[in-house]
């Protein structure tokens, strides 16, 4: 059981980690006009942490309790890619605009996998609240970003 969890939590934050790398000799966030509300670069890389390992804590919840369905599996690979994916997008290909649709949609994707997630295991869904939360503030400080630096 401890397995599951371990290649649960690794899989989600190994691979943030891995994007975080590929990402950040082109990430320019101190050189953004930023809103007042940001919170500094530093913050960035804890809380991301912390709401991967939520992640990989709740799927492997369902993982060991024989919960997870394939609907679960999938929309949880999906939007871990999704995720992923927008970091390149903001900070490498400079799609600032882009990005915040792209966070929308994110947004969704999460709503779909915390219901799903709920439906099986309650506090499986609640788990990924936080992150439903950081994925919101973080779409208005994308916006906010767009906005002022465009």
């Known amino acids: ?33 930023k809103p007042v509300f940001s919170p500094p670069a530093i913050l960035f890389p804890i809380v991301w942490t912390i709401l991967y390992i939520l992640m990989g804590v709740s799927y492997g ?52 996998m915390i219901k799903e997630f709920y439906y099986k295991n309650k506090l499986t869904g609640l788990l990924q609240i936080p992150y439903l939360l950081w994925l919101v503030f973080a779409s208005v400080l994308n916006f906010s970003i767009y906005w002022l630096n465009r």
């Not at 059981?1 to 320019?28: A, D, H, P, R, W």
């Not at 369905?69 to 799609?95: A, S």
């Open 1 to 33: 059981m401890i397995k599951i969890y371990l290649k649960s939590i690794l899989i989600s934050v190994v691979l943030g980690g891995f994007v975080g790398i590929l990402t950040s000799s082109n990430m320019n966030y101190s050189n953004l006009i």
């Open 61 to 112: 919840i369902l993982k060991s309790n024989l919960q997870l369905t394939e609907k679960g599996k999938n929309i949880y690979y999906l939007q871990l890619f999704v995720n992923y994916l927008w970091p390149i997008f903001f900070f490498v290909f400079d799609l600032k605009l882009f990005s915040f649709f792209w966070i929308l949609l994110l947004i969704v994707l999460v709503v779909f």
